[in-house]
């Protein structure tokens, strides 16, 4: 059935329906990495949602469902690491929406019913996706009968089959993402601006004033003459807890020993490298000798004299088409290199082709195709007709193939090898990955000389030696350490750099550390402060080119913050606010008697500042940053009345509007306001709503046991 091709090759809009995130990955972010800390939790449990464990077990069957979805839709046979990685997370997140969505959905009421379903699957108002699939490319025209016949065919085939599975999956896609579209709109037409809010705020956007204002910093009143008392911190704590919510985090404090080559490495490698010079410049063929001896393997492009960025290199080897140049050091490898090939080749010229794409991956079929077609050409037939009817590549076949001009790196190496050493008018058939081209070269710029340069390289690594070294180093360092105490003691006596980190349970990489998975895993396996073991007991973890010793410092559970770990932040906090009634009070005592904001400037030793143009939506005052406080006062104060004391971010102020400009707010104006009211609201209520629901579902993620 040609049904499962076609899906793959119109399917890049599905695949994020398939692993279900079409409607809101970009919405979930750090939500989805809270949780409480584990105590005590089933060995066998992946995590939490609205409070239904989630084992393993489940999870790895949805997880290899959607691997099952991916891998067919691009018909590859296995997924790589990083693709693994965040299939990972895409799961979890689609099952995270599914639960928490499904709850609200019922509790709403909101359903999709049989009929409603088919309309949007076969029906008058064909889903986007759906349509996507079935419509002519060139008209755009759906053909809803065929597309019946071939659903049909789809609901009548076993149900292992995977293009059963794919249809059921994206129909359940489909009829949630309905349910979506149906809650949205539930939630924004529950808000609604009244005429008398819009009419308020088109006037408060209409008026802009010019001020002038001086300003009292709190960096004037040294932090050592402030008293904050144990009391009031604890006071402050208990009245403001939702400003300290964090998520959950574990600090680390750590050493890295990196595993980089020695002086004797490099030397080693660069004797190495000499012993092959004599052998080098006698072969015959110096390719091939590179194949056999190099870390790398020959590079076959032609390269004028101007393309080659090495000078030196590109002097010797224009000079001395024998002789070998080297060795030399370059990106952390010793090398030698001579003259490969030398021709006369253009920089640049144009050519056409026809494209003939494999069907299922056919490649010999499709170079059958293309080398009946070049016989065609051969015998006189019209390349620009050819390549209208026949050509895979519509961008340049409705210009009869023509590719334009091009450089030699411009196109795959097939491709770039066969066109580039070819004569005009010539026709050839190429395979490349893209499938079979009958290619032929219009036209070239005039040639110029170009080489291949045969490099034989050796990179220089860390021997065994030195990696024991290291190893040992590191053994060392990690004798007699049990705590943090131990470690920042060893730190002094050794001068290492003592690195500070917050980890995320489900991160990957340690800030000068790539490969830090396994490592992130034992930092959250662990239950207290303390050294970080590896499975094996050591405390010495190995990180790509790393090694690496850690101590676990804190462990920040999801919620508010104990008092111990922002008793610092509230400190600063109090003592700006007492700041702030000093200033306030001085201020206030300077504008008694005071006939203008000068006079007051003068007795507190401030200076009076400009600025224009401040309305209700200002985002700063020029020359005194963000200051919403101020903004406010100066959109409503009198105008030409000095104001009371605005306590601000950077300090106390004191204020005087001296010019008003009002636009006038007309009936369309405020109308106007109130559509763009509206949409805000729309857009902030389907974001906020998400996060409520997130923020309600106690989501407790261990996914970091297993992965």
């Not at 997924?79 to 929406?97: A, C, G, H, P, V």
């Not at 969505?101 to 049989?114: A, D, K, L, Q």
């Not at 079935?134 to 089959?161: C, H």
């Not at 990179?459 to 105490?485: C, G, H």
């Amino acid at each position: 059935m040609a049904t499962l091709q076609t899906i793959r090759n119109r399917g890049g809009l599905l695949v994020s329906i398939v692993i279900g995130i079409a409607l809101v990955a970009f919405i979930v972010g750090d939500a989805l990495n809270s949780g409480s800390r584990i105590f005590n939790g089933d060995r066998n449990q992946v995590g939490e949602i609205a409070g239904e464990s989630i084992s393993i077990i489940d999870f790895q069957n949805r997880l290899a469902n959607n691997e099952e979805m991916v891998k067919m839709m691009n018909n590859t046979s296995a997924l790589n690491e990083d693709q693994q990685s965040m299939l990972r997370n895409n799961t979890w997140q689609q099952m995270i929406m599914e639960k928490l969505m499904n709850r609200e959905y019922e509790e709403n009421g909101i359903t999709v019913s049989g009929d409603e379903l088919y309309d949007i699957m076969l029906g008058e108002n064909m889903s986007p996706v759906i349509r996507q699939l079935f419509q002519d490319p060139n008209t755009g025209v759906v053909d809803k009968e065929r597309a019946r016949m071939v659903i049909r065919q789809l609901i009548e085939l076993p149900d292992s089959d995977p293009q059963k599975r794919y249809w059921l999956n994206m129909e359940e896609e489909i009829a949630s993402n309905r349910k979506n579209t149906k809650y949205n709109n539930l939630l924004a037409k529950s808000l609604y601006i009244t005429d008398e809010q819009a009419q308020e705020n088109a006037q408060a956007t209409a008026s802009k004033s010019d001020i002038s204002y001086i300003v009292k910093n709190y960096s004037t009143i040294p932090d050592s003459t402030i008293s904050i008392s144990n009391r009031e911190i604890k006071d402050y704590y208990k009245e403001n807890q939702k400003r300290f919510e964090q998520p959950e985090a574990r600090k680390i404090v750590y050493v890295n020993f990196d595993i980089e080559a020695s002086g004797e490495d490099f030397a080693e490698t660069e004797k190495a490298v000499k012993e092959l010079v004599d052998e080098f410049a006698a072969t015959n063929d110096p390719l091939d000798f590179v194949n056999l001896s190099s870390d790398k393997k020959a590079n076959r492009t032609y390269y004028k004299k101007a393309e080659i960025s090495n000078d030196s290199l590109a002097d010797f080897l224009f000079k001395n088409k024998t002789s070998v140049f080297g060795p030399y050091l370059e990106n952390n490898a010793y090398k030698i290199s001579r003259v490969g090939n030398t021709k006369m080749l253009p920089d640049s010229l144009r050519a056409r082709h026809i494209l003939i794409a494999p069907q299922n991956n056919d490649y010999m079929r499709a170079k059958t195709v293309a080398d009946s077609i070049a016989e065609l050409l051969k015998k006189g037939a019209n390349f620009e007709t050819l390549a209208k009817e026949n050509s895979a590549d519509q961008n340049s076949a409705i210009n009869g193939g023509d590719l334009g001009w091009f450089t030699q790196n411009m196109m795959v190496q097939p491709f770039s090898d066969t066109v580039f050493f070819s004569r005009k008018k010539d026709i050839k058939v190429v395979v490349t990955q893209y499938g079979a081209h009958v290619v032929q070269v219009t036209d070239m710029a005039k040639p110029v000389e170009k080489i291949q340069i045969a490099t034989v390289e050796k990179e220089v690594l860390p021997s065994n030696k030195t990696t024991n070294k290291i190893y040992n180093d590191a053994r060392n360092f990690a004798m007699n350490i049990n705590n943090q105490d131990d470690f920042n003691k060893k730190v002094e006596e050794s001068g290492l750099t003592k690195r500070i980190a917050t980890v995320d349970k489900n991160e990957k990489t340690i800030a000068g550390i790539d490969n830090a998975r396994e490592m992130i895993r034992r930092i959250y396996m662990a239950e207290e402060p303390g050294v970080v073991n590896t499975t094996d007991g050591s405390i010495i973890f190995e990180n790509g080119n790393k090694y690496t010793i850690a101590v676990l410092t804190e462990i920040n559970e999801e919620g508010v913050a104990p008092i111990t770990n922002v008793a610092a932040d509230i400190k600063r906090i109090l003592v700006q606010k007492k700041k702030a009634e000093q200033l306030s009070k001085e201020l206030a005592a300077a504008l008694q008697g005071s006939e203008s904001l000068l006079s007051t400037a003068q007795k507190t030793g401030t200076e009076v500042k400009e600025a224009t143009d401040i309305n209700f939506t200002s985002f700063q005052i020029p020359g005194a940053g963000i200051e919403p406080k101020v903004i406010a006062a100066a959109s409503v104060a009198e105008q030409g009345k000095i104001s009371a004391p605005i306590a601000g971010n950077q300090g106390v102020y004191v204020i005087m509007v001296n010019h008003r400009d009002t636009d006038e707010v007309t009936p369309e104006t405020i109308q106007q306001t109130k559509a763009g009211m509206q949409q805000s609201n729309m857009y902030r209520t389907n974001y906020q709503a998400i996060q409520a629901i997130l923020k309600n579902g106690n989501i407790i993620d261990q996914r970091y046991k297993f992965y």
